[in-house]
């Protein structure tokens, strides 16, 4: 059963996402039970949104915070969002729930902006099927005038893949959103199939070089090369470039010297609740880049 499964993975000393990633594999039943349990989630209150910084690449200050979702199970703990995103594309529940997620980070914004962070972008993920809704626009321009946003606040977060897999469809939404006065940001870029002509013609403000690339970075000078080019043509289309993932110290060196803007990760601030935020930048500021 569930909860002995749980208990055998624990005791093996896995890490707390690992009996739902081979659950959600490997057994229908309990793939049902969690997506039932989904479908709860947000009137009992169990998400949450993290939020992760963006730091200047060259001064270290923070330029914005990405808002990363987090479900609290009853009973299984903290899963992650790599196993139930897919359950909530495919149950379309991520039309609710992103919805919440969207209305929520601009809640949230407009206490960071009260604070005097007028200088940050709030960054929001999207995934296929929410950029697909026809609602999305509407979401978007209600949350912003309900939280009084100007819409330079926002910045929505939509991956390559799923910019590419509708390619045109993709295009005129994010041309509209574009005309609203979003920030597009192409997410985990490098991982997917793009079309450069697409690439060139979306109205993408910013280019995030996936961690796959970041990790290997000083391993192999392969990875400094991609890196270097993917810097290259971003800037050539007038992006600002992330690079998310930054784990070591000299991953961060090599990423300022290769001439990236932006650098996200481990090394310069976890996802993190609210609350948290304003102590840690108030820390991070203080400190020489
Ligand atoms: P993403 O947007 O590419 O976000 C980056 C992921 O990498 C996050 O995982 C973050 O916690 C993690 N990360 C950040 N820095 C580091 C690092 O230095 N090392 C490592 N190993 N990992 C790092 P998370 O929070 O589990 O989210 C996974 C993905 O789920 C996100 O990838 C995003 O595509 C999706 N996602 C998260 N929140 C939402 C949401 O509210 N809506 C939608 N549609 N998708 C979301
Ligand atoms: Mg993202
Ligand atoms: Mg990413
Ligand atoms: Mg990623």
Known sequence: NADAAMYYAKERGR????FFDSAMNANAHQQFLLQQDLGYALERGELALHYQPKYGAQDGQVVGVEALLR????VHGAISPASFLPLAEKTRL?????????DEACRQMRIWLAAGHDQW?????????????PGLLGVVEEALHRHRLEAHHLTLE????????????????????????????????????????Y?????????????????????????????????ALGHTLGMRIVAEGVETAQQRALLVRLG????????????MPADNLLAHCTGHEALPA
């Not at 013609?201 to 280019?207: D, K």
């Open 94 to 102: 991520i039309i609710p729930i992103g919805n919440w997620v969207i």
């Open 199 to 231: 690439l060139k013609r979306f109205p993408a403000n910013e280019l995030k070089i996936d961690k796959g690339f970041v990790t290997s970075l000083g391993q192999t000078g392969e990875d400094a090369a991609i890196v270097s080019a993917i810097i």
């Open 15 to 18: 890490n707390d996402y690992y």
């Open 71 to 74: 479900w609290q199970h009853p």
């Open 158 to 197: 939509i991956t390559e893949s799923t910019a590419m897999e509708n390619a045109e469809e993709s295009l005129l939404i994010l041309n509209r959103l574009a005309e609203l006065g979003v920030k597009i940001s192409i997410d985990d870029f490098g991982t997917g199939y793009s079309s450069l002509l």
């Open 260 to 271: 990236c803007d932006t650098l996200q990760g481990y090394l310069l601030g976890r996802p």
């Open 121 to 133: 972008s709030l960054a929001v993920n999207l995934s296929t099927i929410q950029l697909a809704s």
